[in-house]
């Protein structure tokens, strides 16, 4: 099977879900293909050559060998300056080469002017024009020479074997899955499903991934491509590639499997190693959220099988950092962590507890390797808290940020503006509260508040249309106390961001990479 991870999202770590997959179907002894299509797609449009009228372009396109050299190497990250330029060079090079095509390309977005992702017809629209994706040139040579020089069957083989045909029209048994997770790979997933359809019909697509079960979740969800994708999964999808493989005694856990990724490629200095302890979230209580709305069950992974694995992992790829990828650790991972350390320094979400306001729990984390922890407090208003069914509180809140950095654990505390609930009064509780707790915090994401369109509270509120598409996961709501998202741009711009103390916060903050690259400059701080 061919397993794709396709254009766009960051090129700082492996891609996770189709390293699980690969670990679940090799451990059958079903040969399997990774391509990291967005990491040799994004160095396919930096190694061309582009007439640049401006200063910054012809700086970019002359240096983006160097710069990408430069992000693989620690040193860049001992200096905010030299990262922040690499970064933003190699970024203005990838404008500039899909300019023409009418699309805003960069290191993390990718927007088409005349096509949107979440309107089913334009997916359409992509998929039957694919030479008008700028990554064309590159996938339209890559993937026939990827099928026609390697055949893989749907049945058992022994691990990662392989069998060789050169003879056209065996394409039938050929399974290619697409890990589609973002909105912004979507345009690009669907290009490349139309390609494959035209050149190999009877190649059988498998659409999967984060956007894709969320899509499966809408009201009323049908397969609005069944011309194009023959099997769709929502959710994770290992007990559902291995069905379409005949298989159906599997087992409860599956090791992820990144041997055949091209690790020493991404713009990192070192593997950044992706790992899922659990599938949805343990609190799974908090009003608006995603996880709560499309009613994902709490699945974890036991805590020792985790070391074992992450010990396992560390042998053979040599990480520089551990992301976990959970929706928030579990105190008791966190606690096993204490225990038993992971093999190198890790990072990821948690949820702000009554553990991690013990100053000894911090300290214990920060000894097994934490060098960061991302926190959604959402609001420093304690009324908006409750109403959102957070389960925490503003003084926990406080006494964890001390905690953290007393410890010297750096914090990425999430905020979001304009929820139901919230005025402008309530905001500036935030506010306050980011001011007087500035030495604490390290870094900060700053999110306007989206209704989930399949959220229980969404029926609630006077709607109105947020996309318009038939794919959208959101919709619009007039806000019951007034506080809309036009005034809550005008307040995180006029007065939030401009205070002196979140100003210089925010300056903090890796440019596009964000909370995927911050941990690295914590690491090289202790270094």
Not at 8 to 13: A, D
Not at 66 to 95: C, G, Q
Request: charged content about 25%.
């Amino acid at each position: 099977m061919l397993l794709i991870f396709p254009p766009l999202t960051k090129p700082g770590e492996p891609p996770a879900g189709i390293a699980k997959l690969a670990g679940a179907l090799t451990a059958h002894g079903i040969s399997c293909r990774l391509v990291d299509a967005n990491l040799e797609g994004l160095f396919y449009l930096l190694g061309q050559l582009y007439p640049a009228s401006d200063t910054w372009t012809r700086r970019g396109v002359k240096h983006a060998a160097t710069n990408i050299v430069a992000l693989r190497n620690p040193a860049t990250y001992r200096s905010f300056d030299r990262y922040r330029r690499a970064v933003k060079d190699l970024n203005r090079v990838l404008e500039m080469s899909a300019k023409d095509h009418g699309i805003i390309i960069g290191l993390a977005d990718y927007q088409d002017k005349c096509l949107s992702p979440v309107r089913s017809v334009d997916l359409l629209k992509a998929a039957a024009y694919p030479e008008r994706n700028p990554f064309y040139p590159w996938f339209s040579n890559r993937l026939p020479e990827i099928i026609r020089k390697t055949r893989f069957s749907q049945g058992r083989r022994g691990r990662g074997e392989q069998t060789e045909e050169h003879e056209e029209g065996k394409d039938s048994e050929q399974l290619v899955g697409f890990s589609l997770n973002y909105l912004s790979q979507a345009l690009c997933t669907f290009s490349m499903i139309g390609f494959l359809k035209k050149e190999f019909p009877g190649v059988k697509i498998v659409l999967g991934g984060g956007l894709v079960s969320s899509w499966m979740k809408r009201p009323g969800w049908r397969n609005l491509f069944p011309e194009l994708v023959d099997h769709l999964i929502s959710g994770p999808g290992e007990r559902s590639l291995l069905e379409l493989h005949g298989i159906t005694d599997m087992h409860e856990h599956y090791p992820p499997d990144y041997q055949s990724l091209p690790l020493a490629d991404y713009l990192s200095p070192g593997v950044i190693l992706p790992y899922s302890a659990s599938n949805g979230c343990y609190w799974n209580r908090c009003s608006f959220c995603p996880e709560t709305a499309e009613d994902n069950p709490y699945v974890p992974i036991p805590s020792n099988r985790i070391v074992d694995d992450l010990i396992a992992l560390a042998t053979k790829i040599k990480p520089v950092l551990i992301h976990l990828l959970d929706n928030s650790i579990s105190p008791a991972l966190m606690k096993a962590f204490a225990d038993t350390p992971p093999p190198t320094f890790w990072y990821g979400f948690a949820r702000i507890s009554k553990d991690l306001a013990e100053p000894d729990f911090c300290m214990a984390l920060k000894r097994s390797g934490c060098v960061m922890l991302k926190l959604g407090l959402e609001s420093g208003d304690q009324g908006v808290l409750d109403r959102m069914h957070k389960g925490i509180d503003v003084d926990t809140a406080s006494r964890v940020l001390n905690n953290l950095s007393k410890a010297g654990i750096a914090s990425y505390v999430y905020l979001l503006f304009g929820t139901p609930s919230e005025t402008i009064v309530e905001a500036r509780k935030t506010l306050e509260f980011v001011v007087s707790h500035q030495q604490a915090v390290s870094y900060l994401n700053l999110a306007i508040f989206n209704m989930p369109l399949c959220g229980q509270e969404a029926g609630e509120y006077e709607n109105e249309e947020f996309y318009e598409g038939d794919l959208s996961l959101y919709t619009g709501f007039k806000h019951p106390r007034g506080f809309h998202r036009r005034i809550v741009r005008q307040f995180l711009e006029d007065e939030f961001k401009r205070h002196p103390a979140i100003s210089a916060i925010l300056k903090n903050d890796p440019p596009i990479f964000t909370s995927n690259h911050a941990a690295l400059f914590s690491i090289e701080k202790e270094r």
